[in-house]
């Protein structure tokens, strides 16, 4: 049977003249991206940041999805107003629609069409531009720019500065990074943050790019500070000149001060500092296939609040066929992550019951009672473990989950210690209720940010999951009880109501869909190479 042609593409999203629902300013639009699975069902692959009060948004966060040739892959882009910090889109307000192939829009340039509402009347005067372009260079650019002296465009306080980086395509500019804003400051310095060099420049180091930087406003009327524009090749040999601000830096820090005091003097120490150097970074599958393993962890919630399990309204109610919220999740995302695991033994504990035999409350007991040996073999181990378990647990409280996340960072913190990427940490909690030791939960969050390991978090029920929202950084970086910020985001939280018609590939899907990125990110800054290869050949810096 022939191989399948696959190749990873990635979506630029960007919408003109969407539908204004706030009063007193612009709508707030953030682009969701679903794909309809083999039975009809529709389920989440990805989202764009928010854009703040604005009705044409160029959305920065790019989304790479497969492509394969035989298949239709059927997509819809839902556009939203963001009013609030809950996941669900359904308290949000509805801006508009499209429903596309990816054949379609892979088969175009630049792919518009008008947005509907979900009668398909037209939404508005609304139109969404998807660009697709194919993922052939593994090359990223890492970044670190700061500036002096901006010019202030506020009058009380000072400018708000953030960057833009612009890609040249046959269309026009086409953004392609957005960092961060750093509030009241002239003299700012950005986080480190990183570009694939395809999206920047399509692997070409002598194709122009554009930087942009503005003075962020709250109701979306951004000012110009100034702006360049450059090549890879220029950018590399400026930061290779000195640390500081050199000579050669200078000469697009003069054209940044150009464009807003339209004079001709060079000025000195003043605009733009930019280091940073081209790598070739690893892949998912380079690190998979070279032998990095993912230790997959499972944690239970035993509260009092899921109800007494022998009533059928309790979410540990195991039913007549054998199921229940908990299982469904477990078999979910087991049967996908337990692919990658050569062993197949997975660690799983229940948290917020008093167990035998002294019925002290634990928030890290062993399904199995075997702290030695928590180990199940496979998910199927784990779902007889957990249906043993049950009867013999009484539910209490409260839901802590710093104890567990802290178990799994034990161990994530010991792989770190090896010079290769031979293990990667994931640890699946599967919840009905509020947090009680939140404080605790984002340091735990925060610390294992900067180790090999991801945090999925599942919630069962129909609790309010606010709280679980609010440690997944989609919003912006979590930070600790001290104010320290995470190093990355490493939580994804998916309300398993969502899919409780959909398919069970679709969770799975939904909740294992950040973890390559995670992994990647990670082993890549941390420049570690997969157990078996040549570390030589990759990690190289581009000329």
Not at 278 to 291: H, N, P, W
Request: include cysteine.
């Amino acid at each position: 049977m022939a191989a399948q042609c696959v190749t990873k593409v990635e979506l630029t999203v960007s919408c003109e003249n969407l539908m204004d629902k706030d009063i007193g300013s612009k709508s707030d639009p953030l682009c969701v991206l679903l794909m309809n699975s083999s039975d009809s069902q529709w389920f989440e692959v990805a989202r764009t940041e928010k854009v703040q009060n604005c009705l044409n948004p160029k959305f920065a966060k790019k989304v790479s999805i497969d492509y394969y040739f035989e298949i239709v892959q059927k997509l819809k882009f839902g556009i939203y107003d963001i009013d609030n910090k809950t996941v669900d889109l359904n308290d949000d307000d509805f801006l508009g629609e499209l429903e596309c192939t990816l054949g379609q829009v892979v088969s175009s340039k630049k792919f518009t069409r008008p947005l509907v509402l979900k009668n398909k009347k037209p939404a508005g005067k609304g139109t969404i531009t998807i660009i697709a372009e194919e993922i052939k260079d593994n090359r990223v650019v890492n970044f670190e720019v700061q500036a002096r002296k901006l010019d202030n465009k506020d009058f009380f306080g000072k400018s708000d500065p953030y960057l833009e980086f612009y890609k040249q395509t046959e269309t026009g500019w086409q953004l392609a990074h957005r960092t961060e804003v750093v509030k009241n400051n002239l003299n700012p310095c950005w986080r480190p943050f990183r570009i694939p060099l395809q999206s920047l420049c399509g692997g070409d180091m002598e194709k122009p790019i554009k930087v942009e930087c503005y003075d962020y406003d709250n109701d979306g009327s951004h000012d110009l500070i100034g702006a360049f524009e450059t090549t890879m090749t220029h950018l590399q040999q400026a930061s290779h000149v000195s640390p500081v601000f050199s000579p050669v830096c200078l000469r697009y820090q003069t054209v940044i001060c150009n464009s807003v005091l339209h004079k001709k003097t060079v000025f000195s120490n003043y605009g733009l500092k930019c280091i940073m150097h081209v790598v070739k970074e690893y892949t998912f599958l380079d690190y998979i296939m070279g032998g990095c393993q993912i230790n997959f962890t499972v944690a239970i919630d035993f509260t009092g609040s899921n109800g007494d399990p022998k009533s059928p309204q309790s979410l540990h109610y195991i039913s007549p066929q054998g199921v229940n919220e908990y299982l469904s999740a477990i078999w979910s995302v087991g049967n996908v992550i337990q692919d990658y695991d050569s062993d197949k033994m997975f660690p799983a504990f229940g948290f917020g019951a008093q167990i035998p035999p002294t019925w002290q409350v634990s928030h890290e007991f062993p399904l199995n009672f075997n702290p030695s040996n928590p180990f199940c073999a496979g998910v199927e181990g784990v779902v007889q473990a957990y249906r043993a378990c049950l009867p013999q647990v009484k539910l209490y409280g409260p839901t802590n989950f710093s104890p567990i996340i802290n178990h799994v960072a034990c161990f994530a913190k010991q792989a770190l210690q090896q010079t290769t990427a031979s293990q990667y940490f994931v640890l699946l909690i599967i919840t009905d209720g509020v947090i009680t030791d939140m404080d605790e939960t984002r340091n735990a969050i925060v610390n294992a940010s900067r180790l090999p390991m991801s945090v999925i978090i599942v919630g069962v029920g129909g609790a309010d999951f606010s709280a679980m929202e609010f440690l997944d950084g989609d919003d912006g970086r979590l930070r600790s009880q001290t104010g320290e910020a995470a190093l990355r985001d490493i939580v994804q939280f998916v309300p398993f109501r969502q899919f409780q018609n959909a398919p069970r590939e679709a969770l799975s899907k939904s909740v294992l869909a950040e973890i390559p990125g995670q992994l990647v990110e990670f082993l890549n800054t941390m420049k570690l190479a997969p157990p078996n290869s040549n570390p030589a050949s990759a990690m190289t810096v581009s000329s």
